[in-house]
């Protein structure tokens, strides 16, 4: 089996943009991440990628120049971006390509998604009534979390705090000005106990990466980024996922702990190794549970982990570097690649003032609906 | 409402209607329906539980899909949970009454309620409500 690096990373600035397409948004993306990786379009032998409201992505190639190269749709909720990666890196794991690009963007309408029940094969009474919305599934799950394991509002508060702290330091960022917890836990209640800054908003914005085997990597001389190992894992039995009317009694396990296992267990490596880790906060409380699901802490630590500051940049394992979702807003077919994207800069050291020192291995988290999550581990070359 | 959600039983309380896997004897909500159905047993649930988790829906929903009152002036936020029915499942729906006094581990009674829709009409759907004096 061949190794995988990533040779190139470009991205479109999150956040809103008048005047431009979703689709524009993912040509910029594509463009910068081919110069980044220093090749021409003509060289890319494959390309996977995903956009939820803006279009087939494939859309790009017209714009892109029409080589001919495979070129596939990838769907898959909040996780597209992440499964686009996947795609691209067993391709060239297996030896089929020895370059493939990886992008998605997106540009949803302002405030809340309304999904379909139908087509989420569930009763259309399901949303007549008012039950068809993410925003309740994940304020039930933190709202017994919370319960559980004794996690308190501040912490909550606090995840979003250094958020926006740290997107406040990201040229590709949206939300950009920092906020104190009084803000943010007096902010519009959403949905208890989550407030309007503990979520994220949809957005927009674009991603591009381009992987190489090692062969390639080696010829172009960039081998600074290699994709160590990467794991994608659906719900199993018993674990509480978005839009169900009833739920066993049993509580099982989540997606996301399966992924996170199945990756470590490829990289040969365990969470005590990371050195700076992007995962899912789609609110605040997701990102308090993902740390607990990802193995990098036990249930309830988050609480102290949190009060000490150890998820901050210069802290023991700083997450979400970029601000995450919560500052960057969810373009969902982007959303994925950008975690990977940050965790390239921060391999380089080209990080600036939100650098991890001495960052070697950088992991990264996403979860999307109904219930899967994708886990790739990065490591300097 | 499909009929076959929940039927009333005694002191205005209802009976919400699950199916029993007839092989692996796992319970869900709503019995399925079509192809499925002969896989299942119907079954009725009691009309008494315990919440297992709630939160407050204090923003309007968008329409579609909900179908209640959402202008900005008068939406009446509610409150959503999942309440334990028996020893084997827990049901996700609306909580009846006051969302501020809603809290983890209160007792809860299956009922049927009305809301206003955003065209004048009505829709009934089963809810939960605390039981009587309790508050958790």
């Known amino acids: ?381 | 409402m499909n009929d076959d959600i929940f039927v009333s039983a005694e002191d205005g309380k209802v009976r919400i209607i699950a199916g029993r896997n007839r092989t692996t004897g796992k319970v869900v909500f709503p019995m399925p329906q079509g192809v499925l159905e002969g896989d299942y047993e119907r079954i009725e649930l009691p009309s008494e539980g315990t919440l297992w988790t709630y939160t407050v829906q204090r923003i309007p929903p968008k329409n579609p899909p909900f179908v209640g009152v959402n202008s900005p002036d008068e939406y009446q936020p509610f409150a959503v949970g999942y309440v334990q029915l028996g020893d084997e499942v827990m049901i996700e729906g609306r909580i009846e009454g006051d969302p501020d006094s809603v809290e983890i581990g209160m007792a809860m009674e299956s009922v049927a309620i009305s809301f206003p829709t955003g065209d004048g009409a009505e829709m009934t759907t089963y809810a939960f409500a605390p039981a009587n004096g309790s508050k958790s």
């Open chain 1, 1 to 381: 089996m061949n190794d995988v690096y990533v040779i190139g990373a470009g991205i479109h600035p999150f956040g809103r943009h008048e005047g431009k397409t979703g689709l524009d948004i993912g040509v910029d993306a594509t463009k910068l991440a081919v110069k980044d990786g220093g090749i021409e379009w003509g060289d890319v032998e494959a390309a996977f990628g995903g956009s939820s409201a803006s279009g087939n992505a494939d859309a790009v190639l017209p714009r892109m120049g029409l080589t001919g190269i495979q070129f596939i749709n990838v769907a898959n909720g909040c996780a597209t971006g992440g499964s686009s990666v996947l795609s691209a890196y067993w391709a060239i794991k297996a030896g089929e390509f020895d370059t493939a690009l990886a992008v998605g963007f997106d540009k949803h309408p302002r405030g809340s998604f309304n999904p379909d029940p139908v087509k989420n094969g569930k009763p259309k009474w399901y949303g007549e009534i008012g039950m068809m919305l993410t925003t309740q599934f994940f304020a039930m799950k933190i709202q017994r979390y919370m319960h559980d394991h004794g996690i308190s509002k501040e912490s909550l508060a606090g995840v979003a705090i250094k958020a926006f702290e740290n997107g406040s330091r990201t040229p590709h960022a949206w939300r950009r000005t920092p906020m104190d917890m009084d803000t943010v836990l007096n902010s519009r209640m959403i949905s208890d106990p989550l407030t309007q800054y503990m979520f994220c908003s949809p957005s927009e914005g674009g991603v591009a990466l381009i992987l190489a085997s090692e062969k390639k990597a080696r010829e172009l001389g960039r081998t600074q980024v290699k994709l160590r190992s990467a794991a994608f894992k659906t719900r199993p039995e018993n674990s509480f996922e978005v839009f169900s009317p009833s739920l066993s009694v049993e509580r099982g396990e989540t997606p996301t702990m399966l992924a996170a296992r199945a990756a470590f267990e490829k990289a040969g490596i365990g969470p005590e190794d990371i050195d700076v880790a992007q995962i899912q906060d789609t609110e605040s409380g997701a990102e308090i549970m993902h740390m607990a699901e990802n193995g990098f802490c036990q249930d309830g630590d988050q609480e102290q982990w949190i009060a000490e500051g150890r998820t901050a940049i210069g802290g023991q394992l700083p997450i979400n570097t970029d601000g995450g979702c919560i500052a960057c807003g969810e373009p969902i077919g982007a959303s994925g690649l950008r975690q990977i994207y940050e965790n390239v800069i921060q391999l380089r050291g080209q990080a600036e003032n939100r650098q991890v020192e001495g960052a070697r291995l950088a992991y990264s988290q996403v979860y999307g609906a109904p219930g899967l999550s994708a886990v790739a581990i990065l490591e300097k070359g």
